[in-house]
């Protein structure tokens, strides 16, 4: 049944839902524990890259699992018991110096459970977000859960600096410490009944599971060719991620502030995406909606390796390709919008997690063969690359059964 206009912001627990995600958001993009190495520590560049491996490190080890505990568990409890614990991590740092006793180590420990915890909030959150919306607004909920992560991103990093340099950067571990705190208290505040879980004696074993929900993603031909195109929009993105830094400051001669606010113009265009999602949507259909805007995303990318001549030139084109965020805003949207409306609340939790670890293990797959490809071809080829596969990604989609999706399906399919 469809729900009044503007229902959503009828419904409080979903403005629950999305205040505690948008401050959990700002929290973590506020760059706590990378300022603190450099600015309290004086970290070199080896100390930042084993920061970010245990980071990245344990979504990639146990992110199946993380999927599995969510479908074996109520959500909301996950959610609150991750913002605490991270609330905890970070407020640990402002500890540690206060007792002249902070290091890398701490900070390597904080970035591996913080990382686990991240993981953990992802997936349940967006497996809970069914349980409190119908699936006719998965879509414009989605939207509005992505149009305040990207204006959290937008401000979070610069929010940080402002914050490390007018007070300090344990200030800032301070700060994220608090927004966590925050977070869990909106989501404690949800009063709507979670659905009961599948009681032990239905279920096979963990690892069980984890088979369960791999077979079912890759038996499924809507959620396998999704998960091709987020394991090539991961490779494509982790070959960018790697490169256009370097690429803008050394080869077109960029200053670093100068780059980052064109960088900056790609969150303002998210936000649109976001916001005009459910229109689009509407009108187009949730599969072509969803192929298209990463077909249209990954096409943008050519414009980076493209740029050269006078700054001015350079930077036209660059800003003219963050005109394009929108695009993969609005396929971000879709294809967990789909997820949502396609997969039982028993399974969801492992879906999410499955597709999610496949895309984040791609990152890391491009970003390392980033470094290869800048050898061997240049930096302008490699970013090339990287384009040619984000949009391959998207052109195998237009033969697969997401091209034909209209609508979110109903969610109340067998697990």
């Known amino acids: 049944m ?12 979903f403005l629950k839902l999305w205040s505690a995600q948008s401050v959990s958001v700002m929290g973590s993009v506020l760059g706590a524990l990378q300022f603190t ?36 568990l109520r959500r909301r409890p ?49 497996s809970y977000l069914p349980s409190l919306v119908p699936s006719t607004d998965l879509v414009e909920a989605n939207s509005k859960l992505s149009a305040s992560a990207a204006v959290a991103e937008v401000g979070g990093f610069s929010l940080g600096g402002w914050l490390a ?12 410490a608090a927004s966590f705190f925050v977070s869990g208290l909106l989501l404690a505040w949800i009063r709507k009944p ?39 929009m991961g490779v494509g993105g982790g070959i ?15 200053q670093p502030g100068v780059l980052g606010t064109i960088f900056a113009i790609g969150g303002v265009s998210s936000i649109c995406g976001a916001m ?23 096409a943008s990318g050519f414009l980076i390796p493209l740029a050269r001549g006078p700054l001015l030139v350079a930077g036209a084109l660059l800003a003219v390709q963050q005109l394009f965020d929108f695009a993969i805003a609005i396929y971000e949207i879709n294809q967990v919008s789909i997820r949502q409306g396609i997969v039982s609340s028993r399974m969801l939790g492992r879906v999410n997690a499955s597709i999610e670890v496949t895309s984040l293990g791609a990152r890391l797959m491009g970003a390392v063969a980033a470094g290869a ?23 195998v989609l237009v033969r697969s059964a997401v091209w034909g999706v209209v609508s979110v399906p109903g969610s109340d399919r067998p697990g």
Not at 167 to 176: C, I, K
Not at 240 to 252: C, M, P, R
Not at 276 to 298: C, D, Q, Y
């Open 2 to 13: 469809r729900t009044p206009k503007n229902g959503l912001w009828r419904n409080p627990d």
């Open 37 to 72: 190495a450099i600015l309290t520590l004086d970290a070199e560049p080896l100390h930042m890259s084993a920061l970010t491996a245990f980071g990245v490190a344990p979504a990639l080890v146990l992110g199946v699992f993380a999927g599995a505990w969510v479908d074996r």
């Open 78 to 126: 996950i959610l609150i018991a991750t913002d605490l614990v991270r609330m905890a991590l970070l407020g640990s740092i402002p500890v540690a110096w206060q007792l002249d006793s902070l290091s890398m180590e701490q900070l390597y420990v904080v970035a591996f459970f913080h990382g686990l915890m991240t993981m953990f909030f992802d997936v349940a959150y967006r």
């Open 165 to 176: 340099q007018v007070f300090s950067a344990v200030a800032v571990a301070a700060v994220d």
């Open 194 to 232: 979670e659905p009961e879980p599948a009681s032990d004696g239905e279920r096979p074993g963990m690892v069980g599971e984890v088979v369960i929900g791999l077979r079912f993603v890759a038996g499924n031909p809507v959620l396998r060719a999704m998960g091709v195109s987020k394991a090539a």
């Open 240 to 254: 960018f991620s790697a490169l256009i830094v370097i690429y803008g400051i050394e080869t077109l001669g960029f």
């Open 276 to 298: 005009a999602a459910t229109r689009v949507t509407r009108r187009v259909g949730i599969g072509k909606t969803l192929v298209l805007g990463l077909i249209i995303f990954g």
């Open 373 to 395: 490809l800048a050898e061997v071809v240049g930096l302008r080829w490699g970013l090339a690359v990287g384009a040619a596969v984000m949009m391959a990604g998207g052109l």
